[in-house]
């Protein structure tokens, strides 16, 4: 009987030893599975495209990116869906997913919208984007109110999202034009920007205002200053996002993403540039946390990727934090990685591919083992 009663113990130790093992194994996956999500990191690079290239030198350009472990490739071909068609099978034989980027509502030298002048956005003191550029000659922005220059900007994006092979269109310049120039800027200008300056103060054609006066029965033209009227603030505010959600149905329709270069963390933007990036329908956001344009130190980038990513939070979108290179070394851009990673960003862009430099390349690589 004792022996019976011992060999029944056995069994049972051996079953519970069994389970445990099962749980510990069960345990050991759960735990890979979590260090493969974090990390799930992707390296994006921005650059512009030139259809007087070969395609060999294409290849070479992109061959580089995915041999020091870059993944992704923003692409402005100027809205050229030829020149798009051409260059994605290029980049994705090198392995490579490929984002069609666009200047949307800052639309330089674009031939259709020159020839509409009523397009442009108006600044406070009467001053077409047109023919009167604020900052720099190839400021010329479409205003985002009126329905023929907004279906512009969306009949672009539709072009781009028809392309096979690509995975997003990518917004940049989806906003208004700079309020307030990044504070490192400033000197370059010979500004001081204290307030709001009538002169880089926009929309005030005779849409935007006609429309604004009819939802709130006051005319934005007669304020004294118009910097602290919430609703000709938010108005603006809410006609960007408008293009946004309007070209996340046109893309998503092609089966293709939204993404979107945008300024450092939402509140920022808000101020700066008249764009509320985490109130938009969109699918990643890259925002471009460039330090040295606001005299910041390289650990900026850290600070200012929580300030996107805690914002975002409840939102299924991305945030992929985006860096200038001209001024960081390999070491920088390493440490730029790390911020970016421990600070939530799924991701980390850099502008641009032609800037790379063997050092940094380096970085990248070792980071993205």
């Known amino acids: 009987m004792k022996t019976k009663l011992l060999l029944i113990a056995l069994i049972a130790l051996g079953f519970t030893s069994c389970l445990d093992n099962v749980a510990a194994s069960k345990k050991d996956q ?75 509502m800052n639309r330089p030298g674009d031939s259709v919208a020159l020839q509409n002048p009523e397009w442009y956005t108006v600044s406070r003191d009467g001053n077409s984007t047109h023919d009167t550029r604020p900052y720099v000659d190839y400021y010329q922005w479409l205003c985002p109110t009126r329905e023929e220059s907004r279906n512009h900007v969306l009949g672009l994006v539709e072009g781009l999202s028809k392309v096979e092979g690509v995975a997003s269109v990518h917004l940049d310049y989806i ?64 006609k960007i996002r408008d293009v946004v959600n309007d ?15 945008v300024f450092p963390y939402p509140e920022m933007a808000d101020h700066m540039v008249r764009q509320r990036w985490d109130k938009w329908e969109i699918d990643a956001v890259l925002p471009m946390i460039y330090h040295n344009f606001y ?13 996107g990513v805690e914002d975002l939070k409840g939102k299924n979108t991305d945030l992929h934090t985006g860096v200038y290179l001209p001024p960081m070394s390999g070491e ?23 800037a790379l430099t063997k050092e940094q390349l380096k970085a990248i690589k070792e980071a993205s083992k």
């Open 30 to 104: 759960d735990d890979t599975a979590s260090v493969e999500k974090q990390d799930d990191f992707k390296f994006w690079v921005w650059t512009t495209a030139d259809p007087k290239r070969a395609d060999s030198s294409y290849t070479s350009e992109f061959k580089k990116y995915s041999e020091n472990g870059i993944e992704a490739v923003l692409i402005n071909t100027n809205t050229d869906p030829e020149l798009l068609s051409r260059l994605t099978p290029l980049a994705k034989e090198e392995g490579l997913e490929v984002h069609a980027w666009i200047m949307a």
């Open 247 to 261: 070209a996340y149905k046109i893309v998503h329709d092609n089966n293709k993403q939204l993404t979107a270069a």
């Open 332 to 354: 920088d851009v390493t440490e730029a990685i790390k911020l970016a990673k421990e600070n939530g960003a799924k991701g980390i862009s850099f502008f641009d591919g032609n």
């Open 175 to 238: 906003r208004f034009s700079d309020i307030f120039l990044p504070i490192g800027l400033l000197p370059k200008y010979d500004l001081e920007q204290e307030e709001e300056l009538p002169e880089f103060d926009f929309c005030y054609c005779d849409v935007c205002v006609a429309e604004f006066e009819e939802i709130h029965h006051k005319n934005p033209r007669d304020f004294e200053n118009p910097a602290i009227d919430m609703e000709w603030k938010q108005f603006r505010l809410n």
């Open 295 to 307: 005299n910041e130190e390289v650990d900026w980038i850290g600070y200012a990727t929580k300030q």
